[in-house]
């Protein structure tokens, strides 16, 4: 039970790193260097979290699935790792387009 519930925990925070990226990424584009290091030093901070929770999931789910240590185990982790990166892509694809269309003016 405590797999499942940090498997959906990994699920959730993964969603709000994304949507914190995007709206990091739409903020006004920096002027100077300066600023440009410090909003890409931001987007490397959150983009760590992704990348653990890239690895956190997969595990969360080979765990629930009872940790076999053969071809059934790669292959839960592998099925749930393609599942992550596409759940993510796709989260991140949506609150872009969500934050891209507010942007646009109204005619």
């Not at 990424?25 to 890409?40: A, G, L, V």
């Not at 990348?51 to 839960?76: H, N, R």
Request: aromatic share 8%.
């Amino acid at each position: 039970m405590m797999h499942l519930l940090l498997l959906v925990l990994g699920l959730s925070v993964l969603i709000g790193i994304v949507r914190t990226m995007v709206s990091v990424e739409m903020r006004q584009k920096p002027s100077n260097i300066e600023n440009e290091e410090k909003h890409h030093a931001i987007l490397l901070i959150w983009g760590m979290g992704i990348i653990f929770l890239m690895l956190f999931i997969p595990y969360q789910a080979w765990k629930l699935a009872g940790s076999s240590l053969g071809w059934d185990g790669a292959l839960i982790v592998g099925s749930s790792l393609m599942a992550s990166m596409l759940f993510c892509l796709s989260a991140y694809s949506i609150f872009k387009g969500r934050s891209l269309r507010s942007k646009i003016p109204s005619l």
